[in-house]
């Protein structure tokens, strides 16, 4: 799978987890606030790449120097983690595809998880994407990390631990809190973790993609899943079909069994919930396990 950029081209797997440099478009100056979290965890956690933080209106933000836009940005930008609000992030997305950014994972909400307006909305996101090159993780998405990579690629709070506890377990969530949850959780019961990601609203780069890529990754020996619908079963099947070729175990854990989880799995990302019984068959299926809380 390639994400092509005309300036330096890397695989999609290289974009979003090993970035040689990251632009943060909306940094915040203000260490209080989401704004700051991606650039401060990467800092925190030994980000080895470039970090670029893109604010129109300072010149510096958190020790680094801040550009007004991507077009003022020297050099290669692999990753653009967007935090902006509003019509910005279609401005955001058209400045990634003129400077051949390859992949941008969408933080700012206000897409299918907001109704049928922000489902057109995002559809017509991902089809200007799709025509520039762009691959976008999102949008609603709090982002990804690599731990043993030290790419902290984030707005979770729970990135603000001292030390991420590594291992060979690597994490796809349609819910960004619960990226924190089992990360913390786990690190504090002793389970180390290879990626995590948060898919968000799936619009483009989804799960079963995702799924795949582990199935590829030599850093990556289990593969969870939280589910609160599948969008794609048929790239899903195939991606832990092909996963368990590997010898990699693919666990999921699918909100909605009780009433409570099905309200909650609608409401959250603008999922809605499939039937229990036939999600059950279709795991069965294609070798997932499926595990209760």
Request: net charge positive.
């Amino acid at each position: 799978m390639e994400a092509g950029s005309r300036i330096a081209p890397v695989t999609l797997a290289q974009a979003l987890f090993a970035p040689r440099a990251v632009a943060l478009i909306g940094a915040s100056g203000d260490p209080a606030k989401n704004g700051a979290r991606p650039m401060r965890f990467l800092k925190k956690h030994g980000y080895a790449g470039r970090i670029v933080p893109i604010n129109a209106s300072r010149s510096e933000v958190l020790g680094e120097r801040a550009f007004g836009s991507l077009a003022e940005v020297p050099g290669a930008i692999d990753h653009a983690f967007i935090m902006t609000p509003g019509d910005s992030v279609e401005r955001a997305i058209e400045e990634c595809g003129a400077r051949g950014v390859p992949v941008a994972t969408i933080f700012s909400d206000g897409f299918a998880d907001a109704g049928r307006e922000g489902a057109a909305r995002q559809a017509r996101l991902i089809a200007r994407a799709r025509e520039l090159g762009v691959r976008v993780l999102g949008p609603n998405s709090m982002g990804l990390v690599d731990v043993p990579g030290r790419v902290a690629l984030t707005v979770n709070a729970v990135l603000e631990m001292d030390a991420l506890p590594a291992g060979t377990t690597s994490f796809v969530s349609q819910s960004g809190t619960m990226l924190g949850t089992v990360l913390s959780r786990g690190g504090a019961r002793g389970l180390g973790f290879a990626k995590l990601v948060s898919v968000g609203n799936e619009s483009d780069i989804g799960t079963g993609e995702l799924v795949e890529l582990l199935a590829e990754d030599p850093g990556t020996k289990v593969i969870l899943l939280f589910l609160e619908t599948i969008r794609d079963a048929a790239k899903l099947a195939a991606a832990a079909r092909k996963a368990h070729a590997a010898g990699k175990p693919v666990v999921a854990y699918k909100l909605g069994r009780s009433r409570l989880g099905a309200a909650l799995a609608r409401s959250h990302t603008g999922a809605l919930a499939g039937e229990d019984a036939a999600l059950a068959a279709y795991f069965r299926d294609c070798g997932i396990v499926r595990v209760d809380m």
